[in-house]
């Protein structure tokens, strides 16, 4: 099977996902009388590709768009503008009579584990259903020997085949998940916060799931999370989004070490590390360039750059002008007027100039 | 790939116990309330009644006395609840009565629940403007009274209960229309059922085996209160005339005839029919009660329902002593009945002290006893837990033995407390600022305008932009890091002298988190308060804490300065758990993981409860639970601490 999904992707020249340029809108609930209030710009202009056998990590606070742009790609909400390819096929609106095709292709992880399993139904079923839609395989022993396969992939014992979901832990549960995912054999994973509700230590487990999963068969993996740490030990490339905008991309070593946008670098700036000595270093660079701003609601978007009102080192340019994406060091691309005005960094790493405006200014 | 390279799953010991399945708590629940029972068994008997009337009825309930002698008669041997009219039997009568009532519930009850129920799911699922159109429709046949529909179809067709009860279930399928609908549009979000459309199932596959169970519970529950609504309806139309024919032992008719005739022949004509349609009416919506109360979910941890305190055994250890302990808790056990008369033990041996000043963390897994080891301290255990055994002194006082009203008292003024969801504290129908205000005129004895003018302080102090505009906000218009600070100016408001925060930042992002961690370290300085901090998050403690608590199974494993916890770790789970950690991860492989999962508290491993997990463990620890010692400052539960074993790789030092 992994070897048919290999050649499968190398077939099609360039990448496997290409998402161009995605808008993403939610109408404003308005009262009965009255204006309608503006859309909701949850996604503004997001593109980036997944290569087969890849991992893209999307990182970003909660509500900056993470899930909405995986939840365009499922086809779970309505799309603005913009296109996603799959494999060189147009799949920004799959037609219903597709649908099917599509779904053996994309399959997903959601974030929480209890609710998006169906309470009433089996492990056998619920990884089972998959695999009688799309390989017209009835419920049975045959099938039954298929799903305890895909158990063992994601270590979990033939035992579990008749348990239900609220008699397994959270762990237990999410590796459910994968299997389901896994039955259809699909070319790309979406996992939307797949391990954010698990434990440390059954965090870890899953992941090296995951990465196992990906050297056996293949699938490229769209992986969001909020937790940068995780995101980092897991993905190839990482996209970090603000505000609905993908304000900076490109390979994840690149980024952790050497950031190009100022949100970026205060996110890792952030992340606390498990070492008090270290992190009381870390704790004074982060008061150093924090402020107590909220950022602006996606219904009501500013003019120019969207992190203007937290950026430590805004320029007049970033209040009338939205960046334009130049290219990074690390391979990428960058939505910060710093690079082509004030410093001019040209695509180099922010943390020496942030660092050394930040002292100045404090 | 081989299953070596895998971390995997354990079946057996590791797995938590399997719970009891939900049909059987279903009807365990059931049949321990009383007001079920006896609607259940209400039900039992007129559900014989209408099978087989005749093996209840004495008599014939159409046979008339011929001889005119034995009319409107009481109760007696022979006619247990007396005559009618024409001195037929009563008892008979209203016993083939249930099979009139039954009738009219079905035919009702067919048309409600076969047009509501798809039309609901139908329109719930297309949503969008036919969803708009078939609700407006809905709300129109909503609006009319049940018993004009019922009247128009009796128009249409001809006078006959049958034909009303045609009318009614019109009238009824608007009920199911509205709640199936309601139901629809929420699972529709539901996580599950995006999985389901992710896999590719169908819609009707979705409708039918996803959604459709889900609607099973509250569909049971309104088709039996609305049973009894039907069965007044048909009887208020008998009332009126339009129902049964005279000669039926309709309760309606029987009800009817009897109130005509009681002013001459004594109340007792109404009783019979009347206490039948009563008790049935009543069976039916304590059916539906005792329904919902058996599916309702279980009392979860926050269900903060507090159960009395019953012969508490004293702690073996003292109390630490000094001015600066605001919260010192020894030896402290916690229980709860768990099903099937296992008691589970999610505390044991609990003991802890914060001081002024100070941050105490909290860290372990989900299960551990975190956040049960604050509530219980605070004299909050959730019912039916209870606190079994140990001491607590609050500020130097003894509260161990408090009644609530006493801990109500301390906590509203000396506690403030914050959530991991801070939206979820805040009530949405209520400005922020009133929320605010409340405590502050409660515990602080302000007029409004005093209150109001702290609370603007307040937020001003956890540095909340514009505070006097945001005092008439709603809660949903405050990002999720600003309301999170408005947890914190409300756990303030009353000056405590101890702050917990149970996992403050986990729902926030970590540029936010950090500014809350920063902001509750700023307050603590300016007012010397105690802060316990509860989170999975190792970063989060080595940041703020000062001293660290590690629990695992309900027990403190390790309590120590945090630089001991993370330099030093004594304990072979404090030191798995800072293993696991992806920063701690060097180079490419796989993560270190804590193989296993933590067992349920039903069932705790004899020894060491981390035994099955820990990679030291020796034969010892399988049998002997290890005491909670004091190693110079600190406290560690394992039997093999101080062999430095632990702080080596586990393969090395075995080795
Ligand atoms: N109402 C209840 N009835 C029975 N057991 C309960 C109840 N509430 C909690 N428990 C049990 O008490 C134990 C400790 O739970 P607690 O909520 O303190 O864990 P925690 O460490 O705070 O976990 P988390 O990190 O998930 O918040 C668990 O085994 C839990 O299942
Ligand atoms: S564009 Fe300006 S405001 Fe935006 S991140 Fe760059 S420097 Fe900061
Ligand atoms: S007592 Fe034994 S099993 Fe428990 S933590 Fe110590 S070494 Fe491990
Ligand atoms: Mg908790």
């Given at each position: 099977m992994s070897d048919e999904l290999l050649l499968r992707s190398r077939a099609a020249e360039g990448p496997l996902l290409e998402v161009q340029d995605l808008h993403v809108h939610f109408a404003g609930r308005g009262r009965l009388f009255g204006p309608t209030p503006p859309p909701v710009k949850a996604v503004n202009g997001v593109s980036f590709t997944i290569d087969a056998q890849r991992t893209f990590g999307l990182v970003g606070e909660s509500g900056s768009g993470k899930s909405t742009v995986a939840r365009a790609i499922l086809q779970l909400v309505d799309i603005h503008a913009g296109t996603i390819r799959l494999a060189g096929d147009d799949v920004t609106k799959v037609p219903r009579r597709d649908e099917l095709a599509f779904r053996k292709r994309v399959q997903a992880v959601l974030q929480d584990p209890f609710?998006?399993?169906?309470?009433?139904?089996?492990?056998?079923?619920?990884?089972?259903?998959?695999?009688?839609?799309?390989?017209?395989?009835?419920?049975?022993?045959?099938?039954?020997?298929?799903?305890?396969?895909?158990?063992?992939?994601?270590?979990?014992?033939?035992e579990y085949l008749d348990r239900y979901p609220y008699e397994m832990s959270g762990g237990q549960r999410q590796r459910v998940s994968i299997a389901r995912a896994l039955a259809v054999e699909p070319q790309l994973i979406i996992a939307d916060e797949a391990t954010s509700a698990l434990d440390v230590s059954i965090q870890s487990q899953v992941i090296n799931v995951l990465r196992e999963i990906q050297r056996s068969s293949g699938v490229a993996f769209l992986f969001i999370a909020h937790d940068l740490e995780v995101v980092r030990h897991v993905s190839d490339d990482v996209g970090v989004m603000y505000l609905g905008s993908l304000v900076e991309q490109g390979d994840a070593d690149g980024i952790y070490e050497g950031p190009t946008h100022p949100y970026t670098e205060m996110l890792i700036a952030s992340i606390p590390v498990p070492n008090p000595t270290v992190q009381a270093g870390r704790r004074a660079l982060r008061q150093s360039f924090d402020n107590d701003a909220e950022p602006p609601?996606?219904?009501?978007?500013?003019?120019?750059?969207?992190?203007?009102?937290r950026c430590p080192v805004a320029m007049d340019i970033c209040r009338e002008e939205v960046p334009a994406a130049v290219a990074a060091h690390h391979g990428g691309r960058v939505q910060c007027h710093l690079h082509t005005s004030g410093p001019e960094l040209g695509g180099e790493s922010v943390v020496e100039f942030i660092t050394k405006e930040a002292r100045t200014l404090t | 790939m081989t299953e070596s390279q895998l971390p995997s799953e354990p079946s057996g010991d590791a797995s938590p116990a399997k719970p009891d399945s939900p049909r059987r708590r279903f009807w365990r629940r059931m049949f321990r309330n009383p007001l079920g029972v006896f609607s259940m068994i209400w039900f039992a008997i007129l559900i014989v009644a209408w099978i087989w009337p005749e093996l209840l009825a004495t008599h014939d309930p159409f046979k008339q006395d011929v001889t005119l002698q034995r009319l409107y008669e009481g109760p007696s041997g022979d006619h247990w609840l007396g005559t009618d009219q024409f001195g037929r039997d009563f008892y008979s009568r209203v016993i083939h009565g249930a099979g009139l009532a039954f009738r009219s519930i079905i035919i009702a009850m067919t048309i409600a629940v076969g047009v509501g129920v798809p039309l609901g799911l139908f329109s719930g699922w297309r949503g969008g403007r036919l969803d708009r159109a078939i609700m407006w429709v809905n709300d129109v046949f909503f609006s009319l009274p049940i018993i004009l529909l019922a009247m128009a179809v009796i128009i249409i067709l001809n006078p006959s209960l049958d034909n009303a009860m045609i009318g009614v279930g019109i009238a009824m399928s608007t009920r199911f229309t509205r709640l199936t609908r309601a139901v629809t549009l929420q699972e529709k979000e539901e996580l599950y059922v995006d999985s389901a459309r992710i896999t590719g199932l169908s819609t009707r596959t979705i409708l039918s085996r996803y959604i459709a169970p889900n609607l099973m519970s509250s569909l049971i529950v309104q088709a039996a209160i609305i049973s009894g609504a039907i069965i007044l309806i048909g009887a208020t139309l008998s009332f009126l005339g339009i129902g049964s024919s005279l000669d039926d032992p309709d309760w309606g008719v029987m009800l009817n005839r009897g109130r005509e005739l009681f002013r001459v022949h004594g109340v007792w004509q109404i009783v019979p029919p009347g206490g039948a349609l009563i008790l049935t009416?009543?069976?039916?919506?304590?059916?539906?009660?005792?329904?919902?109360d058996a599916i309702g979910r279980d009392a979860s941890n926050n269900a903060l329902t507090i159960t009395k305190r019953v012969s508490v055994a004293p702690a073996s250890t003292s109390h630490a002593e000094g001015d600066d302990v605001v919260l010192s808790v020894r030896d402290m056990d916690v229980e709860f009945p768990g099903t099937d008369g296992r008691i589970s033990q999610v505390l044991e041996g609990v003991s802890l002290d914060v001081r002024a000043g100070e941050t105490l963390g909290v860290v372990g897994e989900s299960g551990s006893g975190k956040s049960m080891t604050m509530l219980s301290a605070l004299g909050l255990t959730p019912a039916p837990g209870r606190m079994t055994r140990g001491s607590v002194q609050f500020d130097g006082r003894d509260v161990t033995n408090l009644s609530e009203g006493e801990w109500q008292q301390i906590r509203g003024k000396d506690v403030g407390i914050i959530f991991q969801e801070p939206i979820a504290v805040l009530n949405p129908a209520i400005k922020v600022g009133k929320q605010i205000m409340e405590p502050l005129m409660i515990h602080m004895d302000m007029?409004?305008?005093?209150?109001?003018?702290?609370?603007?302080?307040l937020l001003a102090e956890v540095r909340v932009p514009d505070p006097e505009r945001r005092l008439d906000q709603?809660?949903?218009?405050?990002?999720?890091?600003?309301?999170?600070?408005?947890?914190?100016?409300?756990?303030?408001?009353?000056?405590?002298?101890?702050?917990?925060?149970?996992?403050?930042?986990?729902?926030?992002?970590?540029?936010?988190?950090?500014?809350?961690?920063?902001?509750?370290?700023?307050?603590?300085?300016?007012?010397?308060?105690?802060?316990?901090?509860?989170?999975?998050?190792?970063?989060?403690?080595?940041?703020?804490?000062?001293r660290v608590l590690v629990m695992y199974g309900g027990q403190v494993m390790e309590t120590a300065s945090a630089g001991d916890v993370f330099f030093n770790p004594k304990h072979p789970y404090s030191k798995a758990l800072l293993d696991t950690m992806p920063q701690n991860h060097s180079g490419e492989g796989a993560l270190a993981v804590i193989p296993?999962?933590?067992?349920?508290?039903?069932?705790?491993?004899?020894?060491?409860?981390?035994?099955?997990r820990c990679a030291h463990a020796i034969d010892d620890c399988v049998t002997t639970m290890p005491p909670l010692e004091q190693v110079e400052s600190d406290m560690v539960r394992c039997l093999r601490h101080g062999t430095d074993l632990v702080l080596a790789d586990p393969a090395e030092a075995d080795a």
């Open positions: 609710s998006s399993l169906n309470q009433t139904h089996q492990t056998r079923t619920i990884v089972g259903d998959g695999i009688t839609r799309h390989f017209g395989l009835k419920a049975g022993e045959q099938r039954d020997e298929r799903v305890g396969r895909l158990l063992d992939d994601v270590g979990l014992s033939r609601s996606p219904a009501n978007l500013p003019p120019g750059c969207p992190f203007e009102n | 009416v009543l069976a039916f919506n304590l059916l539906g009660d005792a329904i919902r007029n409004r305008d005093e209150a109001r003018a702290r609370a603007a302080e709603y809660p949903h218009e405050f990002s999720g890091g600003m309301a999170q600070r408005v947890g914190i100016a409300m756990a303030l408001a009353c000056e405590p002298k101890l702050l917990i925060a149970d996992e403050p930042s986990t729902a926030l992002d970590v540029t936010v988190q950090g500014q809350i961690l920063d902001l509750m370290a700023e307050v603590q300085q300016r007012r010397n308060m105690a802060i316990i901090l509860i989170t999975h998050d190792l970063g989060v403690i080595a940041e703020a804490a000062d296993g999962v933590v067992p349920s508290a039903t069932a705790w491993p004899a020894g060491c409860r981390f035994a099955p």
